[in-house]
T-cell receptor, first 113, second 114 residues
Framework: GENVEQHPSTLSVQEGDSAVIKCTYS??????FPWYKQELGKGPQLIID?????GEKKDQRIAVTLNKTAKHFSLHITETQPEDSAVYFC????????????FGTGTRLQVTL | SAVISQKPSRDICQRGTSLTIQCQVD?????MFWYRQQPGQSLTLIAT?????????ESGFVIDKFPISRPNLTFSTLTVSNMSPEDSSIYLC???????????FGPGTRLTVL
């Protein structure tokens, strides 16, 4: 089955700096890669996703890049703000109707003033 | 995105008892899933809740321990049976609305078993 590794497990950045979280996956058939943000006491929130037919996607301060050859994808957050502090999870899945997501282990991002 | 609610939001239960968690969506969805998130850990898929048929369980999870119902396209329940302290976790339902792989999660049910 699919295996997703995520690094780093914790990340501390100063407000205004950029943050990068990286994930690798094992199943070359995976074709959908979402990123979730989980704040304390809440369920995961889908913040951005990318499919295997594109290499990069941006949404304001958030971007995701995908390297299919190397089987890794990354989340980039620019101009970080304190409200970006949360746990971030990457995930991977294959298929259209059987959308079983395999999650990474999570990255705790702390944005300091 | 779909609006998802879960009941209860949290509970403290005694070992040996069972708890049923409800998941309600504000629109009809194709797929519903149940996940477990142990303290400080990532999310693990328990099962896919199939409308009108038995749920599809992942390796390590069985129907006797986690019976699931899905009577229609907007509602599902997960029961955690014969609970032990190891079952203390956050239980999350998620939905895929449009067949496009995007999954949205409910707020979770925080279960503590004493």
């Amino acid at each position: 089955g699919e295996n997703v590794e995520q690094h780093p497990s914790t990340l501390s950045v100063q407000e205004g700096d950029s943050a990068v979280i990286k994930c690798t996956y094992s199943d070359s058939a995976s074709n959908y890669f979402p990123w979730y943000k989980q704040e304390l006491g809440k369920g995961p929130q889908l913040i951005i996703d990318i499919r295997s037919n594109v290499g990069e996607k941006k949404d304001q301060r958030i971007a995701v890049t995908l390297n299919k050859t190397a089987k890794h994808f990354s989340l980039h957050i620019t101009e970080t703000q304190p409200e970006d502090s949360a746990v971030y999870f990457c995930a991977a899945s294959f298929g259209h109707f059987l959308s079983k997501l395999t999650f990474g282990t999570g990255t705790r991002l702390q944005v300091t003033l | 995105s779909a609006v998802i609610s879960q009941k209860p939001s949290r509970d403290i239960c005694q070992r040996g008892t069972s708890l049923t968690i409800q998941c309600q969506v504000d629109s009809q969805v194709t797929m519903m899933f149940w996940y477990r998130q142990q303290p400080g850990q990532s999310l693990t898929l328990i099962a896919t809740a199939n409308q009108g048929s038995e749920a599809t369980y992942e390796s390590g999870f069985v129907i006797d321990k986690f019976p699931i119902s899905r009577p229609n396209l907007t509602f599902s329940t997960l029961t955690v049976s014969n609970m032990s302290p190891e079952d203390s976790s956050i239980y999350l339902c998620s939905v895929e609305a449009a067949g496009d792989n995007e999954q949205f999660f409910g707020p979770g049910t925080r279960l503590t078993v004493l």
